[in-house]
């Protein structure tokens, strides 16, 4: 490991010491693509909402396991998680606003509507988290001592 990878480790923590929670919001993402592949392959017609709600339920879950984890880590760079996040974020909320938007104009109402709004709302939230406990697990929640 080089010098500069060292240093960007947050101290006294390791590789194998970071929560799973980047896996976990990843497999949260995943549950929402299918459940959202799933209820768009339906469309125009009114799609079974038995599978869609629970893989809502689950990917909620595991999203909210994945940000409980990142809170209960010591060490971690929330500095940067934010920064990282807030700008993530934006990005998503925009794209799954378009989306909902195609959605609301193919005249999605109710109950599918619903699920369809919750699935992307766990999209908008999972991918800034994914990408922002990314970022901020190989930084410093200390400044370097240089700087």
Known sequence: MT???RQS???GATRDAYPPAVGLATVSLALVVVGGVFMAAYFPTRPPLTLPIALVAVSAALLGTAILLLVRWRG??????SL????????????????EFSFVRNHATGGPLLVVSLMLVLFAVDVP?????TVARYQSSHPHPNE
């Open 84 to 99: 990282v996040a807030r700008w993530a974020l934006v990005a998503y909320v925009i794209s799954a606003a378009m989306i």
């Open 76 to 81: 971690f760079a929330w500095a940067t998680f």
């Open 129 to 133: 988290v994914i990408i922002a406990a």
């Open 3 to 5: 010098e500069v990878g």
């Open 9 to 11: 480790i947050a101290s």
